[in-house]
């Protein structure tokens, strides 16, 4: 066992713990908490099963390096996110608006405005993503619009709580593990709906009670989870088989009778199951590649110093507006470049936050990037929190979407910026609609003028 990967972890504890007490403690909508559960796991749970002392793992030395760095990237968030993330808050919201609201306040509960969130969701996830989203300079639209899902499954979680209590939100919940189903079935992918219905959850967290109830819970899907996980890697290549190669004639029965398949005979999660480790390590460890970075540029010195930040800020001007715009999303060669590693062709590699950041400025770049992501994150769920406390459901919705944009903890920061400018967008058309209906209601008659 490594003793310095061992104090790194118990590091990540403390910060993780002082942190998440805080943000849990206020009116929030559980941004903060999402993107410290995605940082756990890519990061410190590959951290974790090299420190196993029954486990011989290849390149440790590498997972060492990486993970310090994400160490001083979750020191600086929390930083970030505790200090300068109110004040940035305060700057957000609308002249007027109350910095801290208490719950419970007497505000309309209408379910059907959840509904229509998720509706509105649903129709951009089947039927405009694979249309106009594949329409350049409109893709990133359509992709934001079905986060409307996540955001109105988790105002239906909200009112639920707030009309019936427990038995009210135990009704509601049942749907977020549809999520990863669906995307499985339709993508091959499981990370997305694994990662949208842990934002649901983790927005339930910030205002569940008993807490005491909440830490079993989250103990108990800390290992459901990762059974189901191990369990989806075993099967990964046939549900792949069926959705994406079979020249497009899968049957939607072929597909679910594959995924069927799969999770009714799951794998229970053995930290001593060495293929099961592998898995992990494989897949859900970035470390790896952040250390060979810290490896490679320390004997090529050839940094981006600042090019993939430049790149990010002008992905947020509209390709509509500027048809050849050079800059697109993904990772593109950059880890390839950032590790010296080589990928074959059409292997798709996140770069993450840490890299990216590590990247541009070595370990300041870290700092100073992850400080600001804290502070920018930790306002978001502020915002988004004392809206949804107002029950003003547009501006919680469109706060909250853009706050789902920058937990790309897997991703580049061009996707991060180009997301966050289409969440805003989808926000200000959610906004004009609802406000239209307004105009459009009959208005009630004084008796005067009768």
């Given at each position: ?311 990010a800020l002008l992905a947020m001007i509209p390709r ?68 949804l406390r107002l029950g003003n459901w547009t501006m ?55």
């Open positions: 066992m490594d003793s310095g990967l061992t104090l790194l972890l118990a590091e990540w504890g403390l910060i993780l713990g002082i942190l998440l007490a805080v943000v849990l403690s206020r009116p929030g909508a559980g941004l903060v908490a999402s993107y410290c559960f995605q940082m756990w796991m890519l990061y410190w749970l590959g951290g974790a099963i090299h420190a196993l002392p029954w486990v011989e793992l290849p390149d440790t030395e590498h997972v060492v390096l990486g993970f310090t760095q994400a160490t001083w990237g979750i020191a600086a968030f929390a930083i970030g996110a505790l200090v300068a993330g109110p004040a940035l808050s305060g700057v957000m919201l609308k002249t007027g608006v109350p910095r801290n609201v208490p719950d419970g306040l007497p505000v309309d509960m209408d379910a059907t405005k959840a509904r229509k969130y998720i509706t509105m969701g649903l129709i951009s996830y089947f039927f405009l993503r694979p249309t106009i989203g594949r329409i350049a300079g409109l893709n990133a639209v359509p992709m934001a619009a079905s986060q409307l899902v996540v955001s109105g499954c988790c105002l239906q979680s909200w009112m639920a709580w707030h009309k019936n209590g427990k038995p009210g939100l135990l009704r509601t919940l049942p749907q977020t593990i549809l999520i990863p189903m669906v995307t499985v079935i339709g993508q091959g992918f499981m990370s997305y709906g694994v990662l949208a219905a842990s934002t649901i959850m983790i927005f339930v967290a910030q205002f569940f009670r008993p807490r005491w109830i909440l830490i079993a819970a989250t103990v108990i899907a800390g290992y459901m989870g990762l059974s189901v996980y191990v369990t989806y890697m075993r099967d990964r290549g046939d549900i792949r088989g069926v959705v994406w190669y079979s020249g497009g004639q899968s049957t939607l029965a072929a597909k679910i009778q594959t995924g069927w398949h799969t999770f009714s005979n799951p794998d229970a999660f053995d930290p001593k199951d060495e293929d099961q480790l592998t898995y992990i390590d494989n897949r859900l460890n970035q470390n790896g590649l952040v250390g060979m970075a810290v490896d490679n540029l320390s004997n090529t010195g050839e940094y981006l110093n600042g090019s993939s930040i430049r790149d509509l507006l500027w048809p050849s715009k050079p800059v697109r999303a993904g990772s593109g060669g950059l880890v390839a470049q950032l590790t010296g590693l080589e990928f074959a062709s059409g292997t798709s590699v996140g770069i993450g936050p840490v890299l990216e950041f590590y990247g541009n400025f070595g370990t300041k770049g870290v700092l100073i990037g992850f400080f600001v992501l804290g502070m920018l994150v930790s306002a978001l769920d502020l915002c988004a929190g004392i809206y919680f919705t469109t706060f909250f979407l853009v706050g789902i944009s920058c937990l790309n903890v897997s991703g580049s920061l061009v996707e991060i910026t180009a997301g966050a400018m289409a969440s805003l967008v989808v926000g200000n058309i959610v906004r004009r609609r609802e406000a239209g209906a307004l105009l459009q209601a009959p208005q009630p008659v004084e008796a005067s003028a009768l």
